[in-house]
T-cell receptor, first 110, second 114 residues
Framework: GIQVEQSPPDLILQEGANSTLRCNFS?????LQWFHQNPWGQLINLFY???GTKQNGRLSATTVATERYSLLYISSSQTTDSGVYFCAGDSGGSNYKLTFGKGTLLTVNP | NAGVTQTPKFRVLKTGQSMTLLCAQD?????MYWYRQDPGMGLRLIHY???????AKGEVPDGYNVSRLKKQNFLLGLESAAPSQTSVYFC?????????????FGAGTRLSVL
């Protein structure tokens, strides 16, 4: 199966700073998604982004499918952005089994 | 607006006990998934279902069984719990129809096996 590598594993920011999280895939992926897990454990889907660029408020994501990577940008970070960010994708087929990276733990300090 | 609901939220078992985790979704999704999350490991797929009456193994299926008797429910069973099954369990569902196969997650079940 595909391998998903996320970097950095940990990131500490001051409120207001910008950051870029990266996700590399060992092979081509479908249905690439970014998730945020808040400190209470809830997983929320941020982006469905198999290719191209999308923006949602202070967050945006870019996937370059031909080069097998995706980036998540967080601008003007807030303490509520803290948590773990996961990327995930599937290798094709009709079962849509997502393979997750190990995540980036983001801590935003006031 | 319930989405994906998991019960129970917390459970403590003794080694060898059995239990069933229930996942219910009200979005009429075809596909449902069970994951476990361990520290530093991300989420790993245990079992999944592509429709009512179907189940299939994921990445880490050993020690677990599942059933999907109704489209809205996906049950995860532990027949004889082991300490290695201490984890946080997440259920997810998706439409299964391209091009937008977003997975929606429940709040998780924290299980400790002593």
């Amino acid at each position: 199966g595909i391998q998903v590598e996320q970097s950095p594993p940990d990131l500490i920011l001051q409120e207001g700073a910008n950051s870029t999280l990266r996700c590399n895939f060992s092979d081509s992926v479908n249905n690439l998604q970014w998730f945020h897990q808040n400190p209470w454990g809830q997983l929320i889907n941020l982006f469905y982004i198999p290719s191209g660029t999308k923006q949602n408020g202070r967050l945006s994501a870019t996937t370059v499918a031909t080069e097998r990577y995706s980036l998540l940008y967080i601008s003007s970070s807030q303490t509520t952005d803290s948590g773990v960010y996961f990327c995930a994708g599937d290798s094709g087929g009709s079962n849509y089994k997502l393979t997750f990276g190990k995540g980036t733990l983001l801590t935003v300090n006031p | 607006n319930a989405g994906v609901t998991q019960t129970p939220k917390f459970r403590v078992l003794k080694t060898g006990q059995s239990m069933t985790l229930l996942c219910a979704q009200d979005m009429n999704h075809e596909y449902m998934y069970w994951y476990r999350q361990d520290p530093g490991m991300g989420l790993r797929l245990i079992h999944y279902s592509v429709g009512e009456g179907t189940t299939a193994k994921g990445e880490v299926p050993d020690g677990y069984n599942v059933s999907r008797l109704k489209k809205q429910n996906f049950l995860l069973g532990l027949e004889s719990a082991a300490p290695s099954q201490t984890s946080v369990y997440f259920c997810a569902s998706s439409t299964g129809y391209p091009p937008k196969n977003i997975q929606y997650f429940g709040a998780g079940t924290r299980l400790s096996v002593l």
